[in-house]
């Protein structure tokens, strides 16, 4: 009888470990995921910044380009209003 109860007794704790070993395991998988999201996202605000500073150049020249064409618009209209007319 004391046999069979240390028998029931170790099936209880075999299945308590694999209990305890399979929640380790989702335990694992959870975080391994929380991990690879976390670097999905990181990488993600990376590509963002990057966006960023690409647009901002972008807009640095069409600024540059727009005062450009003011300066030559400016000169073209000095030299328009500096012609004699032949009226």
Partial sequence: MVAQNRCKSSRSVSR???ARVAECLRQAK???QYVARQ???AAEVQDLKQ???LKGNEIRSLNSTIDSLKG????????RLSKPSHS
């Fill in 16 to 18: 308590w470990r694999m």
């Fill in 30 to 32: 959870l975080e391994a």
């Fill in 39 to 41: 670097q999905g996202h």
């Fill in 51 to 53: 966006q960023i500073e």
């Fill in 72 to 79: 030559v618009n400016d000169e073209l209209k000095v030299r």
